[in-house]
């Protein structure tokens, strides 16, 4: 990788949200962690959208990333035939959106893995000419064959790792199951590619599996959305290229440091999705695990610490846990410390003051459980236990309403008609198109922020 000069580092600011007595005997003890990152060298603090079509020389800095599109060319991409012209004129419409200087590289993926673009190993550098050619090797691609996404991902990974950029990123569509692998060859890709890049993932049409389309971005750290309509394939292109192009800092880890006798209970990020860290530390020296990010924008992101402290006594406190944000040396020298923040215990004999629930953390939980009862719903339906499902959606339309998540509240409605949304009374819907089922499944896991 290459070398990381300290002013091209957006600035990391982190807030600690809890409430920090608990009562004699109380173990427990939850923080949520904003972490905010801003100006970094790519967008010097302006909208990412707006970033993403400024010259290359923005703030002094010549862009740093590598970025690899992986289009599905099996064959169920021929039908309909718009399918496939519909991918391709994404393709390029993300392609129009790098950033000159960018290093990129087009996959054709079927059954195998093909380069479309330049070819021979290599990454392209983006600029008029090689963007030109880029989109001229996309009409030659057509529909054939099966689908075995995790060669697609080893070919992404091989390309991208040789590029000496910070930010190495994929772009990922498919419109039908993985049939032409075991599932644990796709599970192997992953895992080798983890840490190494990030990937958006998107599922078009209606015959894909979402489980392992979101199973793609969470195992990358990217986010995963349906396209059902492939007339909306180049918006939605275009836009994740352009977040692609606002990042400025990879590898950000969030370090947790415990006292002797803290368990820590889970660790997850909570805004703008829902996704389990917990499983992915890696341990960073004694008493310290490293959860893993990905990488960072002009953004903001929230995350949900548990941890169980040792009994104590009234009127006693103590530093429950450390929380760092982490930027390693690509060299190997020592990693550099963007922010911290700290998690605390107090113990009181005050009712209220130990009783109270912080409304961040009360809000964040509401949001964690809402996606998984949308899952747990979904699954009970398609499995025919009807009166598990709607009671799973009910308590899905509850949570989402009382939290002011109008966006999962408008797609609940679509396969469940709402009686009472502040009791979670419903009744599933007879007949629910495809679309909206696995568009409300795709996006069960993004949230809203807390109302300040």
Not at 230 to 238: E, H, M, R, S
Request: proline content about 4%; charged content about 20%.
């Amino acid at each position: 990788m290459a070398n990381f000069s300290k002013s091209n580092v957006p600035q990391f600011s982190v807030e600690v949200y809890q409430n920090e007595f608990l009562p004699e005997g109380g173990r427990e003890v939850n923080g949520i962690i904003t972490v905010t990152s801003t100006g970094g060298g790519t967008t010097g603090g302006v909208p990412l959208a707006s970033a993403a079509h400024a010259p290359s020389h923005t703030a002094g800095q010549a862009p740093n990333a590598a970025v690899v599109i992986m289009v599905d060319c099996s064959g169920s991409m021929d039908y309909p035939p718009t399918k496939m012209r519909n991918a391709r004129d994404a393709t390029a419409a993300a392609i129009d959106t790098l950033r000159d200087g960018t290093s990129f590289a087009v996959i054709g993926g079927t059954h195998v893995a093909k380069e479309v673009y330049p070819g021979n190993g290599r990454l392209a550098t983006a600029d008029p000419q090689t963007r030109a050619q880029a989109k001229g090797a996309l009409r030659r691609l057509s529909a054939g064959g099966g689908t075995a996404i995790g060669t697609w991902l080893r070919l992404a990974d091989r390309l991208l790792g040789g590029a000496e950029v910070n930010i190495r990123h994929g772009i990922l569509l498919t419109d039908g199951r993985n049939e032409h692998e075991a599932p644990e060859d796709l599970r192997a890709a992953l895992d080798a590619c983890a840490g190494r890049f990030t990937c958006d993932a998107r599922g078009v049409g209606t015959d894909w599996e979402v489980k392992e389309v979101t199973a793609i971005a969470s195992a990358l750290l990217g986010t995963a959305d349906i396209v059902a309509d492939p007339a909306g394939l180049a918006a939605d292109f275009t836009q994740m290229m352009e977040n692609a192009m606002g990042k400025e800092v990879a590898d950000v880890a969030l370090r947790l440091w415990t006292p002797v006798g803290v368990e820590i209970k889970y660790v997850k990020q909570v805004a703008p999705t829902v996704a389990e860290l917990t499983d992915r530390r890696t341990e960073a020296g004694p008493r310290a695990g490293d959860y893993p990010t990905g990488s960072w924008g002009d953004e903001s992101r929230d995350y949900h610490v548990c941890v169980q402290v040792p009994e104590a006594g009234v009127g006693q406190e103590m530093l429950a846990a450390r929380v760092s944000l982490i930027l390693p040396d690509p060299s190997g020298g020592a990693p550099q410390t963007l922010s911290q923040g700290l998690v605390r215990a107090v113990w009181t004999d005050d009712m209220v003051a130990s009783t109270s629930i912080n409304p961040q953390v009360a809000h964040y939980t509401g949001q964690a459980e809402l996606a998984q009862v949308i899952q747990q719903g979904l699954d009970a339906r398609k499995s025919g236990d009807f009166d598990g499902a709607t009671a799973k959606l009910g308590r899905a339309v509850q949570l989402a309403s009382a939290s002011g998540n109008e966006d999962t509240a408008k797609l609940l409605s679509k396969v469940v008609d709402v009686v009472d949304a502040a009791t979670g009374t419903v009744r599933l819907k007879a007949k629910v198109a495809d679309a909206d089922e696995m568009t409300l499944e795709t996006r069960s896991t993004k949230t809203v922020r807390v109302k300040k």
